[in-house]
């Protein structure tokens, strides 16, 4: 490095730096520009050196300094560069089709388990297959019921024997047996008179004794008679009272008997005792249930179709042995449905009857509401509706479809279609802020025609790109043509 103190410096100046030494400038010509002078001693060449120096730096940072300047006012000064020219249309306020979404899984309206409880029996006819449909009492498998048969057999015997206990309690005596109670009944209605009549003859004989007894008291009074002959006549009058009571007593009995032979003979001629014809009847009773039962038994080993519906499983197989479990499961009628989830709002603006279209992309039928839960759950706040489907569309029971139900009108914030970008399943717009494109995530609902719901994210009146979003970045610069 060339230093600036003359006592170091060399004896010729260096080419390299162009430095020229004391010497060289002692040799320099004599004619000089005019005001120019050289310097007498080399301390002030070294001066001279040095601010030449710094006023050579000096000027380099001065102009440095105003380019810097220059540059940052021109950054503040110019504008962005537009990337795009774009059209905008302000979101706003429009009816559109008040339309409920729904999706769910296609189900049984009334699904159908049917079994028998007949177990413990070998399945040996199945009649029917999966997609069969069936009618009311149609046989769809028959189980074995060989023992049950025999049993019943033997039941019905016992009952045709106690039915012939029965008749034979039930039936009349012999004839010559009737005739024997008839006559002792004759014979104690003889004896009733009888006894009758001797009653009547001991009252007259009473009357006739208390009469002399009261003459014989009186003629005593008047010495006609003596006190013997009138205590007499008393005594006889008090024995006649006795063969009164005794002939009374002898009457009554002999009525007993009388009716005890009538009885006898009633019995003859109706049968045998009543115990003998309840106990006959009792037991024919007993059989009777006994057969009947085993011809339900009998019944159940055939399994029929309880209503007209649509087989969708079969589990019965011939050779199998019922256990009392589910063998086919049908669609009663072959009415499906599509049990949806709605929420609380939503379900409070349906009512029955309303028309909904049923479609999973390919197939579609036009369904109908025909039940509307009464509750809502106290944690999801989703309720159940139900929508018949026609038995004759393609779905079939487990597809998963979507379901439109048509509620008329509502205003909603819209944008144009073609504003709506998607990412996946996230959708977005542009808007137009100070000449920047700003992009912001919204929600969308009904498309209808050239228009899309936003349900969030927007707010009316702001501009929407419309034309050239989807060449867009956020924070774009753009300018907005007519």
Do not use: C, W
Not at 182 to 204: F, I
């Amino acid at each position: 490095m060339m230093t600036l103190d003359p006592k170091n410096s060399s004896e010729h100046s260096n080419p390299i730096y162009g430095t020229p030494s004391y010497e060289a400038l002692s040799k320099a010509p004599k004619h000089l520009p005019p005001g120019l002078k050289l310097p007498l001693k080399k301390s002030s060449i070294a001066v001279l050196t040095t601010v030449s120096l710094v006023a050579i730096v000096s000027t380099a940072s001065i102009a440095g300094s105003v380019f810097m300047k220059g540059k940052e006012t021109a950054a503040k000064t110019s504008k962005p560069v537009a990337v795009a020219t774009v059209t905008v249309e302000p979101a706003q306020l429009a009816p559109v089709p008040d339309v409920l979404e729904l999706t769910g899984s296609i189900s049984a309206t009334d699904p159908l388990s049917i079994g028998s409880s007949a177990a413990g029996l070998i399945i040996t006819q199945v009649n029917v297959e999966e997609g069969d449909y069936v009618k009311k009492g149609q046989i769809l498998a028959s189980l074995d019921s060989s023992v049950l048969r025999a049993q019943l057999a033997a039941a019905e015997a016992r009952l045709q024997g106690a039915g012939a206990s029965v008749v034979k309690a039930t039936q009349p005596n012999r004839p010559e047996d009737i005739g024997s109670f008839e006559a002792a009944y004759k014979q104690a209605m003889a004896d009733v008179q009888n006894r009758k009549a001797m009653l009547e003859q001991a009252k007259a004989s009473r009357m006739l004794a208390q009469n002399n007894a009261g003459r014989y008291a009186s003629l005593l009074k008047e010495g006609a008679v003596s006190e013997m002959e009138a205590q007499t006549k008393s005594t006889e009058a008090s024995t006649t009272n006795s063969t009164v009571r005794a002939a009374e007593e002898n009457l009554d009995a002999a009525q007993y008997s009388a009716q005890q032979a009538a009885n006898r003979l009633e019995m003859a001629r109706q049968g045998g005792r009543r115990e003998d014809v309840t106990i006959s009847r009792a037991n024919a009773n007993e059989s009777a249930a006994t057969v009947q039962q085993i011809r339900a038994q009998i019944e159940q080993t055939i399994v029929r179709a309880p209503d007209d519906g649509l087989i969708t499983k079969r589990f019965a197989h011939i050779g199998d042995v019922s256990t009392g479990k589910v063998l086919f499961e049908m669609i009663r009628r072959g009415e499906i449905e599509l049990k949806a989830q709605v929420s609380q709002e939503d379900i409070s603006r349906l009512s029955t009857g309303q028309t909904a279209e049923i479609s999973d992309g390919i197939r579609k039928a036009a369904g109908a509401v025909f039940q509307i839960s009464p509750t809502v759950d106290s944690t999801t706040r989703l309720g159940t509706v139900r929508i018949s489907i026609p038995r004759d569309s393609a779905f079939k029971t487990g597809m998963f479809v979507k379901g439109k139900i048509a509620r008329g009108e509502r205003s909603a914030l819209v944008v144009p279609n073609s504003a709506v970008l998607a990412d996946n399943d996230v959708y977005y717009v542009f808007v137009h802020e100070n000449g920047l494109a700003r992009k912001k995530q919204v929600t969308i609902g009904a498309r209808v025609k050239e228009l899309a719901e936003v349900n969030s994210g927007l707010n009316q009146g702001e501009q929407v790109i419309v034309a050239g979003a989807g060449f867009l970045n956020d924070h774009d610069p753009i300018a907005v043509g007519k």
